[in-house]
């Protein structure tokens, strides 16, 4: 079946570092590809998101490239801020026609200033 | 506007009882989602609805879970002889259509104790 495998937290950065989260994952035919964000006390909000190969999705200075050649679609930022702390999960919808997304187990960033 | 609400956001009850979890999708939003979300770990698919009609209910664990979504609105999650590993947060997510082009507003979901 299908699985998102991200990498564990939480992870600890200072204000201005460089942030790269790994997410690989396993899907029947052609996924889509999600990045979820979860600040604390909120609800999960849509990060970017990416529907076929080598696209890549954007948002408020996070990117992730789709690579159907290694299956994976890695959250990247060049700068962090201390409101970046939240959790992060990755996700996918299987081209397979299942309806529900399929999530990873999160990672909880956490930004020192 | 609104977002997707859910009621009540804590409900804390016992071992073999029944609850009932409810979700106020976004207006207008055709389709709908559950998922759990245990300590740790993502949220998982439970079951989505296309208007009043389950299209996947492929997630629900047993036949203790139920849902349903008479108008095509609000929908009620129902567990019957709760188990204390039901506890988790269940979410709910709305979306103008299904399909993976369509993104999924989530609520802020329901945290479930089973003693």
């Known amino acids: 079946g299908d699985s998102v495998t991200q990498m564990e937290g939480p992870v600890t950065l200072s204000e201005e570092a460089f942030l790269t989260i790994n997410c690989t994952y396993t899907a029947t035919g052609y996924p889509s590809l999600f990045w979820y964000v979860q600040y604390p006390g909120e609800g999960l909000q849509l990060l970017l998101k990416a529907t076929k190969a080598d696209d890549k999705g954007s948002n408020k200075g996070f990117e992730a490239t789709y690579r159907k050649e290694t299956t994976s679609f890695h959250l990247e930022k060049g700068s962090v801020q201390v409101s970046d702390s939240a959790v992060y999960f990755c996700a996918l919808l299987s081209g397979g026609g299942a309806d529900g997304l399929t999530f990873g187990k999160g990672t909880h960033l956490i930004i020192q200033p | 506007g609104a977002g997707v609400s859910q009621t009540p956001s804590n409900k804390v009850t016992e071992k073999g009882k029944y609850v009932e979890l409810r979700c106020d999708p976004i207006?207008?939003?055709?389709?709908l989602y559950w998922y759990r979300q245990s300590l740790g770990q993502g949220p998982e698919f439970l079951i989505y609805f296309q208007g009043t009609g389950a299209a996947d209910d492929s997630g629900l664990p047993n036949d203790r879970f139920f849902a349903v979504r008479p108008e095509g609105s609000v929908s009620t999650l129902k567990i019957q002889r709760t188990e204390r590993g039901d506890s988790a947060v269940y979410l709910c997510a709305s979306s103008p259509r299904g399909g993976g082009y369509n993104e999924q507003f989530f609520g802020p979901g329901t945290r479930l104790t089973v003693l």
């Open positions: 207006s207008g939003h055709t389709a």
